[in-house]
């Protein structure tokens, strides 16, 4: 059987490569194994942070034309906006009921982006895992493609399913498994590479953005911070955190295993050997996605009719989930019989 496949993605003007590598490139693969693939910009999510309500719609429009830049195709997957299928909301307030408190303030994400909050922490923020409980169980989705740092929110979804069904009745939300990839599901900052590749957390010399121009990214490459022992040791090891990320996004762009580009790298001479490597195979990779955004992004009434077909097949979907969490929860008025 093939699994229900869903993920969300924030709408930002600036995907980077870590969302590249650890979700986007799952996206378009799973399309060929969901049924159905459902994507989600997730412009709810995007209020619980500070934020110009005067930009948001733009950084939608600039994200899905980035997904579909990058291979996502309206007709073998559902690409929709959040915030157009109002069933997401309903189904968090719902699950509320059976998600503790103290599991939402141990969240780490919750705990970072609280402390960084400078005038209002909202309670938004804290019910963001609770939110992304609902995108993923109104659709019942078996597989939630997503990158590493999503780890702790997807364990606090499945005991939020679980819970539920514990409650209300087994079987009628599914228990998803996240599909974390297994090269590239944490790409770090090539500045800081203790810490993640962030939007909103890292360097900018650190972060390689999607939209970089070609000389940009070879730059940044080539100022990464690799290691200073000599004779350079071109292999992945927990203590050269620089160099392991390096093998690892440049194994994950050409598609190869970690070990396959360590060979390869045996007579390299230095580090800057790596650096331009990861640098020019990023640039190939990139420079097709880019010419196609450059297209779609200009036809702004063509992605909102995208968005539009995709909530029209999502609403469907996740309005029979919420007519049963309903009847399940004794909310509104009883579920008529079935006819026949
Ligand atoms: N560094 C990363 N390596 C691998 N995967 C990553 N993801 C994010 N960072 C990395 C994965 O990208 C998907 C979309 O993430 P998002 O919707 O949270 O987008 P974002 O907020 O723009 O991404 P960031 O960088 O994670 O933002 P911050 O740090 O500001 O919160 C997810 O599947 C995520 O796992």
Request: charged share 25%; net charge negative; glycine share 8%.
């Amino acid at each position: 059987m093939s699994p229900v496949i869903f993920s969300g993605i924030q709408p930002t003007g600036r995907k980077h490569l870590g969302n590249y590598i650890g979700a986007i490139t799952q996206y378009v693969a799973g399309q060929d194994r969901g049924d159905p693939a459902i994507y989600c910009i997730v412009d709810l999510h995007a209020t619980t942070v500070a934020y110009d309500p005067a930009e948001l719609r733009d950084r939608v429009h600039d994200t899905t034309a980035v997904l579909l830049a990058a291979g996502l195709d309206p007709e073998r997957c559902i690409l929709f906006r959040q915030g157009d299928v109002a069933e997401h909301t309903e189904l968090c307030w719902l699950l509320t009921s059976v998600t503790a408190l103290g599991e939402l303030n141990r969240m780490h994400q919750f705990r970072e982006k609280s402390s960084a909050q400078r005038e209002l922490i909202s309670a938004g923020l804290l019910l963001y895992p609770v939110l992304q409980a609902a995108d993923v169980l109104a659709y019942r989705a078996h597989e939630v493609p997503v990158g590493e740092d999503q780890r702790e929110h997807l364990e606090l979804m499945r005991n939020i399913a679980e819970r539920f069904n514990g409650r209300f009745g087994e079987g009628t939300l599914v228990v998803p498994e996240h599909r974390i990839p297994p090269v590239g599901a944490r790409v770090r900052d090539l500045q800081e590479p203790e810490r993640k590749m962030s939007t909103t957390g890292g360097s900018e010399q650190g972060t390689v953005y999607l939209l970089d121009d070609p000389a940009t990214i070879r730059r940044k490459f080539k100022r990464a911070v690799t290691d200073s022992d000599d004779p350079p040791v071109l292999r992945r090891s927990d203590d050269k955190a620089g160099v392991t990320n390096l093998i690892e996004i440049l194994a994950a762009v050409r598609g190869v295993a970690p070990s396959f580009v360590e060979a390869e790298l045996a007579g390299a001479r230095g580090y800057g050997d790596l650096k331009a490597a990861v640098g020019d195979a990023v640039v190939d990779e990139l420079a097709p996605l880019q010419d196609r955004y450059r297209q779609l992004r200009a036809q702004e009434q063509a992605l909102e009719d995208v968005l539009a077909a995709g909530a029209g097949k999502a609403r469907a979907i996740a309005a029979a989930t919420l007519a049963d969490v309903r009847e399940a929860m004794g909310v509104g008025p009883p579920q008529p019989p079935p006819t026949g």
